[in-house]
């Protein structure tokens, strides 16, 4: 994986902002961070935005994002997990399964560990429809399957009032 870092103008992001967005629609992206900074001589976005390497281009179509490589090992399962289930309701509804979350909405719900339905309908993209029809379903996977955050330890929440 690899890093890039951009620093666009809040306020007049014009060309700062065309470069970013070339480089996020011609990169194989799987994260992106930022930060809003504040100074004396302005006030600017200061974007960090992960990547894959350039595959060869025999192998993987531009943009398309092999999640063995973006997920630890304990993360792809619970995903495999999440896409097995999101196959199934599909195929019972006859609806294509990105109708009910795309891979990189189910990536996200693994990545962030979400552990709740308002947690869940944080994710881009998700709303309150499909949070009332599917959130359930796919929350009781992420629970069953759920990984302490490092440095937390198994059942550390109990001890909370």
């Known amino acids: 994986m690899r890093l890039k870092f951009f620093t666009v103008p809040a306020l007049d992001p014009g060309a700062a902002e065309e470069d970013l967005n070339r480089f996020l629609g011609s990169h194989r992206v799987s994260g992106v961070d930022r930060h809003l900074v504040t100074e004396a001589n302005g006030v600017y976005w200061s974007v960090c935005v992960s990547y894959l390497a350039a595959p060869d281009s025999a192998q993987v179509k531009p943009g398309k994002i092999d999640y063995r490589e973006v997920l630890s090992e304990s993360e792809f399962k619970v995903f495999a997990k999440l896409r097995t289930l999101r196959k199934s309701l599909a195929e019972q509804e006859g ?40 959130g359930l379903a796919f929350l009781t996977v992420l629970v069953q399957s759920e990984t302490p955050r490092p440095g937390s330890s198994v059942g550390s929440d109990q001890n909370r009032s």
């Open 95 to 134: 609806v294509p399964a990105y109708a009910l979350f795309t891979n990189e909405q189910l990536a996200a719900m693994v990545r962030q560990r979400v552990s709740t339905l308002r947690d869940m309908g944080e994710i881009q993209g998700i709303g309150e429809a499909r949070l009332a029809k599917y």
